[in-house]
């Protein structure tokens, strides 16, 4: 699902930001340049589990991290073997390190923060965080998209093989034989077409 | 002890290890100046989580490092990060890990068995009892911790679970805490177990947190832990450098073999663990802490770094790797055989480890 971006500079805050980080100069800094933005800043210094807690109970949108965290495990498993709903997260880096960026961000990091960076640039870099999660949110559903498309073209391509095979139908025919039946029955034709292949199976293929 | 007229690529190394005992082959091969003996001159850097050990490597800012077994698989897939290929002609050790309880989950075991401590290693049908008596009183479920998800610790748990036919996927939440952090969660009632390498589960016995029920020796038998990975790239660039760094490790590992060495071993730990002498010592000699006031159980194979030929790398390890990772849904479903074929021809180099041998002898 997208997040939502308000552009108004209203004081109703938005999007919820998890810091993690050791160092609270930085995220104080931060913290402070995103007031009056739509981010609300949930502050938590390094205090090892209580992290997974935290990320239950303020339910961040975007999450800060220091890249040099043992939570960064934790946070990038959060997306793969949890049900916890994949999140932008930003990376704090005390130097700057392009090569690193570079593989973290292809690793799933929306954006980072370098020691040099100016706070004041802190909503700008949220919001470029946001796009790009989104933007790879919409590419990784497509894509799932396109994989079930897929699929689902497979399992007609099967029936479809079965029927000209064993009922000696044209492909035409067989085509229209299982679009009728998805359309009689209110089903999608993969599930038609699934159907029949156990049926056909089970019945030994005869006629 | 040369690379004989070989010319080192590169001189200057940079490796990434974990604070584990697993780093011992690594850190000794410095500390004996092993690396110094072939031409090298490494600069460990110890790294808090293996998502940035992984990144670094990948991007050259670590020319090798210490890494769980299954990530080379997962990082030539471009499983959870970017696609690289890595490759894996040395295992620095094999087994090395164990399952910690919670206090509290151990003493409702107890209970359960009459108030009797149960025989070790653990018969995980105990988790599923418990898990059936939280379900009825409407308890929350279990929730246990590995440290990665391409790990032999995420799998070695849900082995031992799959053992009892627990649900794995729904009985149980499986959260990822890195290696250093997992005492404190325990502590903190965060989770109710873990699976973890050594020294991690012994300090949580020391400190009387846990109780450590079973090895990955109970449950695997034998498996390669940590490799030395590098990336393909890097090793075909640096071919004479990269055997040189292995012949330094090859060294250290059978100094490794020797008990008393072993113990030398675990005074130079200290400084890159940040653990006491009682902490890193048991499982180098094959203890394993059971709980604070019981019978370590011996297990003589608890870290092996060399013997039974531990560091060659063997295609048919990557294959039960493999297997595991497809049973926790973490491969495509259209993964063939041919690409696993393929892909563990790839990633797993017994020719450059015999390669280090020819060189070294």
Redesign the interface.
């Known amino acids: 699902m997208a997040l939502k971006q308000n552009n108004s500079s209203g004081a109703t805050p938005l999007l919820t930001v998890l810091i993690i980080d050791d160092n609270m100069d930085r995220a104080q800094a931060f913290e402070a340049a995103l007031q009056n933005t739509p981010y609300l800043v949930k502050h938590l210094a390094h205090t ?3 992290l ?2 935290e990320v239950e109970n303020t339910e961040p949108d975007i999450i800060l991290i220091d ?8 946070i ?2 959060l997306s ?3 049900d916890f709903n994949p999140k932008p997260v930003v990376m704090f880096s005390e130097q700057d ?1 392009p ?2 960026m ?3 961000i ?3 990091v929306s954006a980072y923060v370098s020691g040099d960076t100016n706070p004041d640039r802190a909503k700008f870099i949220l919001d470029v965080a946001v796009a790009r999660f989104n933007e790879h949110q919409g590419l990784k559903n497509e894509l799932s998209d396109a994989k079930r498309q897929l699929e689902s073209r497979k399992w007609v391509d099967q029936a479809k093989a079965l029927l000209i095979e064993k009922q000696n139908m044209t492909e035409q025919q067989a085509y229209s034989a299982i679009r009728k039946m998805a359309m009689d029955n209110g089903q999608k034709m993969e599930d038609v077409a699934k159907n029949l292949i156990s049926m056909m199976q089970l019945m030994g293929g005869g006629k | 002890m040369t690379t004989e007229n070989k010319i080192l690529e590169q001189t200057d190394l940079d490796i990434g290890i974990v604070a584990l005992t697993d780093c011992a082959p690594l850190v000794m091969a410095k500390h004996l100046g092993f690396f110094e003996k072939w031409g090298l001159n490494v600069n460990l850097h110890l790294q808090h989580s293996w998502a940035t050990i992984r990144d670094r490597l990948h991007a050259g800012l670590l020319d090798a490092a210490q890494v769980l077994a299954p990530m080379p698989l997962a990082s030539t897939l471009g499983l959870n990060g970017a696609k690289c290929d890595v490759i894996n002609a040395f295992n620095l050790s094999m087994n090395g890990n164990g399952i910690t309880l919670s206090i509290s989950l151990f003493e409702q075991i107890k209970q359960l068995n009459n108030g009797q401590e149960p025989s070790l290693p653990l018969d995980s049908d105990w988790i599923k009892q418990v898990i059936q008596q939280r379900h009825v009183n409407g308890q929350s479920k279990l929730r246990f911790a590995a440290v990665y998800p391409y790990s032999c610790h995420f799998y070695q748990l849900r082995d031992w679970l799959l053992l009892a036919g627990i649900d794995v996927d729904n009985d149980i939440e499986t959260i990822i805490i890195p290696p250093t952090e997992m005492t404190a969660a325990l502590e903190n009632d965060e989770i109710d177990g873990f699976c973890v390498g050594t020294p991690w589960n012994t300090k949580a016995v020391r400190a009387g947190i846990g109780a450590t029920v079973i090895t990955s020796c109970d449950i695997w038998h034998e498996a390669p832990e940590k490799v030395l990975a590098v990336t393909l790239k890097w090793q075909e660039s640096n071919p004479n450098t990269f055997l040189a760094m292995l012949a330094a490790v090859q060294q250290t590992c059978e100094w490794l073999d020797s008990t008393a060495n072993r113990f030398e071993a675990a005074i130079i730990l200290q400084n890159y663990l940040d653990e006491p002498l009682e902490v890193i010592a048991p499982s180098l000699i094959g203890s394993c802490l059971t709980t604070k006031e019981g019978m370590p159980r011996t297990i003589p194979a608890y870290n092996r770094f060399i013997s039974k030929n531990a560091n060659l790398p063997q295609i048919g390890q990557g294959r039960i790797l493999l297997d595991k990772m497809i049973l926790a849904k973490q491969l495509p479903d259209d993964f063939t055989q041919a690409m696993k074929q393929q892909l563990l021809k790839d990633v797993y180099r017994p020719d450059l480890y015999q390669e280090m041998l020819n060189i070294k002898r």
């Not at chain 1, 040099?68 to 934790?74: F, G, I, L, Q």
């Open positions: 090892s589990m209580s997974l807690k890249i040099e965290s043992p939570n960064r495990d934790t990038e498993s793969t073997i949890s390190q090569d690193l570079r593989e973290s292809k690793a799933g």
